[in-house]
Nanobody
Framework: QVQLVESGGGLVQPGGSLRLSCTASGFALDNYAVGWFRQAPGNWREGIACISDSGRRKHYEGSVDGRFTSSRDNAKNTVYLQMNSLKPEDTDVYYC???????????????????WGQGTQVTVSS
């Protein structure tokens, strides 16, 4: 089965850190750029990070730039999102997706992309 599975979310205090993982099954993730997105109930899905297939090019949305870092281990078929200095406003469900459209700090899913996984919940609260 071809899918992406997000993991690593949880409850963390403000200022804390989490590392999310996005693991592919059924295909080789190293052929694809990967984007990270987040969404709260009732809100639109926001693109926050993007990493190229090689890992050499990265893009970040302004509110996470300097706090979040994306990396990848193609041998493990996994992309990571290291999140530091977490804030309550980072509370969301986080998703990853292939084929993101990344231009500077603007990150969007590919039009028509419909292979979203379950996501992983991140809650930042004291």
């Amino acid at each position: 089965q071809v899918q992406l599975v997000e993991s690593g979310g949880g409850l963390v205090q403000p200022g804390g850190s989490l590392r999310l993982s996005c693991t592919a099954s059924g295909f080789a993730l190293d052929n694809y750029a990967v984007g990270w997105f987040r969404q709260a109930p009732g809100n639109w899905r926001e693109g926050i990070a993007c990493i190229s297939d090689s890992g050499r090019r990265k893009h970040y949305e302004g509110s996470v730039d300097g706090r979040f870092t994306s990396s990848r281990d193609n041998a493990k078929n996994t992309v990571y999102l290291q999140m530091n200095s977490l804030k309550p406003e980072d509370t969301d469900v986080y998703y990853c997706a292939t084929h993101p459209v990344c231009m500077g700090s603007r990150i969007d899913p590919r039009p028509g992309y419909d292979s979203w996984g379950q996501g992983t919940q991140v809650t930042v609260s004291s």
